[in-house]
């Protein structure tokens, strides 16, 4: 059985290869952004038969805000560039090296980069969208709706949360007050102000960019919770956005890219065609 799944892993992989071409590694930020001495840097996934000007994609991959890496979801880059979205995937320092001030400015460095330069690789720079998973739903949504980090988002046409954790890290942390514990005493700080300003749901308004959001109700209970009081005040601007339910558990939301064949990229891309 084991052997059986290890061939099947090994078909996926090889036809997720074809129908698109990797640029690795790329250096995105300015030195006054850099934690240490390591850079962070991003890989490009560009559809190979279809020309210039595709939709871009930024994905911001989770981790708790101390773990994973770009390198870990190339499946997701590959698959979507299959389907003619070219797909960004930035690096950024974790945790205890950074705190979310700094990742999230990394984040906006990346995204900033992706429009300035993404033109060179078949994209195109006025239609951006972003997505991440978990905490990396949380830096994408903060990174594009603080104007503190991105003050000119116009070019961001849509925002895909996946099973998001962090839209309320004020209100979260109030109740359970970080410890060195994963090193949220590092990530969050005990400052309740940073709390507040991390927080995505505290910048909603107007001006946030369409929103379709991904929630397993198998997730970890905090996640559901702090999607819903998101939605909620979402729905005071964006009134028809509706989560989409899945019945799954927070890893599998994501592992779920990983088959061609999945029904998220036709929605994602269906999203992304009606936001003009």
């Not at 979507?80 to 400015?105: C, E, H, N, W």
């Not at 997505?131 to 925002?159: F, Q, V």
């Not at 019945?247 to 003009?276: G, T």
């Amino acid at each position: 059985m084991r052997n059986f799944l290890f061939a099947a892993l090994a078909v996926v992989l090889s036809l997720t290869s074809c129908g698109s071409i990797k640029y690795r590694d790329i250096n995105y930020l300015n030195q006054e952004y850099t934690a240490g001495s390591q850079l962070p840097t991003l890989n490009i996934f560009r559809p190979k038969n279809n020309g210039d000007k595709n939709d871009v994609l930024i994905f911001v991959h989770g981790g708790n805000w101390d773990s994973g890496s770009k390198g870990l979801y190339s499946y997701l880059g590959r698959n979507f560039a299959k389907k003619d979205v070219l797909t960004v995937i930035p690096g950024y320092t974790l945790s205890p090296r950074a705190d979310t001030k700094t990742m999230t400015q990394q984040i906006a460095e990346a995204i900033k980069w992706t429009h300035e330069h993404i033109d060179n690789f078949g994209g195109n720079p006025d239609r951006i969208f972003i997505t991440g998973h978990s905490a990396g739903g949380h830096l994408a949504a903060l990174a594009t709706m603080n104007p503190a980090y991105l003050k000119d988002s116009s070019y961001i046409k849509g925002i895909i949360l996946n099973d998001a954790a962090g839209l309320d890290m004020h209100s979260y942390l109030q109740e359970y007050p970080p410890t060195n514990e994963d090193h949220y005493l590092t990530t969050w700080t005990d400052s309740e102000q940073n709390w507040l300003e991390a927080s995505p749901i505290n910048y909603i308004n107007e001006q946030t960019p369409p929103m379709m959001v991904y929630l397993g109700t198998k997730t970890i209970p905090s996640i559901f919770k702090y999607n819903e009081l998101f939605l909620i005040k979402l729905n005071k601007v964006q009134p028809a956005v509706k989560p989409v339910l899945l019945d799954k558990k927070h890893n599998a939301m994501v592992i779920q890219y990983l088959w061609p064949w999945s029904k998220r990229f036709n929605e994602i891309k269906a999203f992304m065609k009606a936001q003009q």
